[in-house]
């Protein structure tokens, strides 16, 4: 009989038994500014319509039509062009896992510039596939275009990643590099946009030209994080084929109906959107006054900050109870000395800043 060590080793793959998981940090009694939440509740009365309407949900059954009206939501609330079709997930989390699954064939290749979301990285290793992450520019954190093109000639990916804003930089890359990029993939791009209600541009209006080019979406920064809702629109042929490997039931009817509630009220999570991003003018002005720190220009709802020593900092918070991400240790070294602050309300960035400046 074998133990439970040895069944593990025997018959959990070997690469998946080397893998760290998804990093989440311990948030009780803090500030939480490092996962690019929302910070704002719903309204009281619309927590109550909320909740009626959750109440009346037929848990009992699976997800049906409900998705299709979501669907059709978030068609409608995403200006989605003709010819498309509308892929939901778990999350976009979720999607980025089941593109790899889609793509994997041996020896295919995921590619996405660097520093860029852990999840590109992390789907190429759970299908055994080959990840090439490609640096930005240090300094300017832009797309680095003969080393894109080069790298894209040299392994031929499957699936480019093309993040819109950047995570963890917080900027828009320039477009005609990107209609380059598109122009050279040998097989799909996703355009991800999970930072597009904080941003200036969308490709929302360019990305279906291409019949290779997704363009991916999330409601978690939109101010639905717990509710775990992502989505991809593409050509339908493209979509159907993706959709295969989707589990079936994968978004819940919980979900759904929380979703939908949330695109009735648009216009309470676009007011705070605006909020947010006057906020983060406020924070990126107070950050330029302090000496020794670089705070990288953002269009999401995060700044990218050069600190004198990001560890010190990011304990020196810790212990002031704000909670920010230290993204010094990744292994790009256009990272090193960085934390990324999460925009807060007014409140919550009042106190980031105070216990920043205590701890630089
Ligand atoms: N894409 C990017 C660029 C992200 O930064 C994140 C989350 N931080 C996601 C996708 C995943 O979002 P979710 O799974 O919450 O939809």
């Not at 629109?233 to 959709?243: A, D, P, T, V, Y």
């Not at 999570?269 to 406020?282: D, K, S, T, Y």
């Amino acid at each position: 009989m074998l133990n439970l060590t040895q069944r593990i080793e025997q018959y959990i793959r070997e690469d998946v038994r080397e893998l760290r998981p998804y990093a989440v940090q311990p948030s009780a009694g803090m500030v939480k500014l490092d996962a690019m939440e929302n910070p704002f509740r719903l309204p009281l009365e619309l927590q109550r319509e909320l909740g009626e309407r959750l109440g009346a949900v037929a848990i009992n059954r699976y997800p049906g039509e409900r998705i299709e009206v979501l669907r059709a939501a978030l068609a409608k609330h995403s200006r989605m062009p003709d010819g498309q079709a509308l892929m939901l997930g778990n999350g976009s989390d979720e999607l980025i896992s089941l593109l790899a699954m889609a793509c994997k064939l041996p020896g295919a290749a995921i590619l996405a510039p660097t520093p860029g979301f852990v999840m590109y990285e992390m789907s190429a290793e759970l299908q055994a596939m080959n990840f090439v992450g490609v640096p930005l520019q240090p300094g300017t954190l832009e797309l680095d275009e003969p080393a894109m093109l080069a790298a894209i000639e040299q392994h031929r990916p499957a699936l480019i990643y093309i993040a819109y804003p950047n995570n963890p930089t917080g900027n828009l890359f320039d477009d005609a590099i990107i209609e380059r990029i598109i122009a050279a993939a040998p097989g799909l791009v996703v355009i991800d946009e999970a930072y597009q209600p904080f941003a200036s541009k969308s490709y929302v209006d360019r990305y279906a030209r291409h019949d290779h080019v997704l363009l991916m979406r999330t409601l978690s920064k939109f101010g639905l994080a717990g509710v775990r809702l992502g989505y991809m629109m593409g050509r339908r042929e493209l979509i159907e084929q993706i959709e295969k490997v989707r589990p079936p039931y994968n978004v819940s009817v919980l979900n759904c109906e929380a979703a939908l509630f949330a695109l009735e009220h648009e216009d309470e999570f676009a007011r705070q959107a605006r909020v947010l991003r006057a906020e983060r003018q406020r924070l990126f002005d107070a950050l330029g006054t302090m000496p020794g720190v670089h705070p990288y220009p953002s269009e999401a709802n995060m700044i990218l900050v050069r600190v004198p020593d990001a560890q010190r900092t990011f304990e020196g918070m810790k212990q002031r109870k704000v909670l920010i991400k230290s993204v010094g240790r990744s292994t790009s070294p256009l990272l090193a000395n960085c934390v990324r602050l999460t925009v807060g309300s007014p409140e919550e960035n009042d106190l980031m800043i105070a216990a920043l400046r205590e701890s630089l």
